[in-house]
């Protein structure tokens, strides 16, 4: 599906936990996320420290989206 | 105990003509014409073509009812043990022909049917399932060589010997599986196929892998601050209840869910359909896959322009490529008109 998307022109961050997966079928703007279950969560947290990690998560896909890449390229810093 | 075989061929190959003919209604003819004499004499007197069946491509393709039931009541009249359509080679109206022929004949009559065609032939995808089809080269040139092919298949399939994989067999590979117990077990064939990977030999796979094209990166949002940005997802999230049903796996559909005025996820309003991974989480919390909450805070702060009204969501759990291309190729249209431009897409 994020191929389709950016075939029409719109950039797409794929937020996804199993990397591998998303660079194998093709993504060009790769955000890696938490785990399956909850890419932007973790509900061994405390509520706000969980919603602020999902900001954090956030913020990092929308970085990716203002940042132009020439190929694959996986935002993990 | 000779074969009785009806052959069906179009008009070019009944002899009667060429483009200018292919509007000739069906027509049968004692005997074999054309290719048909070269079947007979590969079955070396096991089988006798006792008819031929004519009939013009466009025709056939323009009259797609008629014609069918037509050329089957002609076949049935000759009470064959074995129908040959064709080869068709790369003809892709000949192929639509020989295919829909065999396919009615294996139904309605229940005797054995084989056909030839060049595998990018638009009859190979639409009638594999159907018929076997025996690979061909991709013009007449090929006859030569696709008529023994055919002949020496078709005669397993008369004498109901086993029929095996298409490499051995020569059709054009089906997409189907059939179990069957190897003689050496899966962990040793993977490690010994390992192994030969290892030092770089030669190995084939035992299931090809699909091939993922490339998309270009398209470029950048100039300034997030200012940008309508969509969610979408595979996570499978969706208003409680799943109002539209998507299924937990193998999703035949997507759902397109109006946020206006939502600023929260909550078990209340939502929840998660795919049945792949736990959904405990996404069910106490659905923002935990589709972030809207943080999203509107961001959009309050002027941290993006606007989030999108509509997300797009569907369930990823064995749903095959072709349909969540066919997908998102759908909604990717509705994101340009609504001038969306920008999209998180989180996968589960």
């Known amino acids: 599906m994020v191929k389709e998307i950016e075939r029409v022109g719109i950039p797409v961050a794929h937020c996804c936990t199993i990397v591998p997966i998303s660079l194998t079928v093709g993504a060009n703007r790769i955000v890696p996320t938490v785990a399956i279950p909850h890419p932007f969560g973790n509900p061994e947290l405390p509520a706000e420290e969980e919603k602020a990690l999902r900001k954090r998560l956030v913020v990092k896909a929308l970085k990716a989206l203002e940042t132009e890449v020439d190929g694959q390229t996986v935002f993990d810093k | ?348």
Do not use: W
């Not at chain 2, 040959?84 to 139904?107: D, H, L, M, W």
């Not at chain 2, 035992?206 to 100039?222: C, G, I, Q």
């Not at chain 2, 600023?263 to 736990?278: K, S, V, W």
């Not at chain 2, 997300?311 to 349909?323: A, D, E, H, I, R």
């Open chain 2, 1 to 348: 105990m000779t074969v009785r075989i009806v052959h069906y061929i179009n008009q070019f190959f009944g002899q009667i003509g060429g483009e200018e003919k292919a509007d000739i209604v069906p027509k049968v003819k004692e005997g074999p014409v054309g290719p048909g004499t070269a079947i007979a004499a590969a079955f070396k007197g096991q089988g006798e073509v006792v008819a031929t069946v004519i009939c013009g491509d466009g025709y056939f393709n323009e009259n797609l009812a008629a014609a069918t039931d037509e050329v089957i009541g002609m076949i049935e009249k000759y009470n064959p043990d074995l129908v040959i359509a064709g080869p068709a080679f790369n003809a892709g109206r000949y192929g639509v022909a020989c295919g829909t022929v065999c396919k009615e004949v294996a139904e309605r009559l229940g005797i054995p049917v084989v056909t030839g065609m060049y595998p990018e032939n638009p009859g190979v995808e639409m009638f594999t399932k159907y018929t076997y089809i025996i690979e061909t080269g991709d013009s007449a040139a090929a006859m030569r060589k696709a008529i023994p092919d055919i002949v020496k298949f078709a005669k397993k399939l008369v004498n109901k010997e086993p029929i095996g994989g298409p490499e051995e067999e020569g059709y054009i590979p089906r997409g189907l599986r059939r179990n069957y117990f190897a003689k050496v077990r899966g962990s040793q064939r993977a490690v010994d196929m390992l192994v030969k990977k290892l030092y770089e030999e030669d190995f084939v796979t035992e299931y090809p892998m699909p091939s993922f094209d490339r998309v270009e990166p398209p470029k950048a949002v100039v300034d997030i601050t200012r940008a309508t940005v969509a969610l979408v997802t595979s996570g499978g999230i969706v208003p409680k209840n799943n109002p539209d049903h998507i299924e937990a796996s193998s999703a035949s559909k997507f759902g397109k869910y109006d946020i206006e005025g939502v600023y929260d996820l909550t078990p209340e309003n939502f929840e998660t359909a795919h049945g792949g991974y736990d959904p405990v989480y996404a069910n106490k919390d659905a923002d935990r896959v589709l972030p809207v909450d943080v999203l509107r805070d961001l959009e309050k702060e002027g941290k993006i322009g606007k989030l999108h009204r509509y997300c797009y969501s569907t369930v990823g759990n064995g749903t095959s490529v072709s349909n969540a291309k066919a997908f998102a190729e759908k909604f990717a249209q509705e994101l340009v008109k609504d001038g969306v431009q920008a999209v998180i897409l989180t996968s589960t």
